[in-house]
């Protein structure tokens, strides 16, 4: 079995878990632990696709290619973007 075969097959594997968490959903109703389920299932197929895109099997129409790296400048950031921010575990600033 070559890679295309492999990709294939596990991307229908993915489905299969897919529509199989859609049914415990209907059945077991949207729970946290359905909601997880469903979101690891999402990641599977997500990570399904990097690697077909990684072994030129899958679709190229994402941006940004497999390993790319992006660049974030240290610039300073307009304060105003986090004048209505909280501190994490501290809770909105007093000073107002």
Known sequence: MGVSDDLTMAAGHVAGLRRAVTALSKDLGNTIDVQR??????????????????????????????????FITDDEYDPSLWSDAEDEGVGPSRNH
């Open 37 to 70: 389920l469903r979101d690891d299932v999402v990641r599977l197929a997500d990570d399904v696709d990097l690697v077909a895109r990684a072994a030129g099997v899958g679709s190229q129409d994402r941006a940004g290619g497999p390993g790319e790296i992006v």
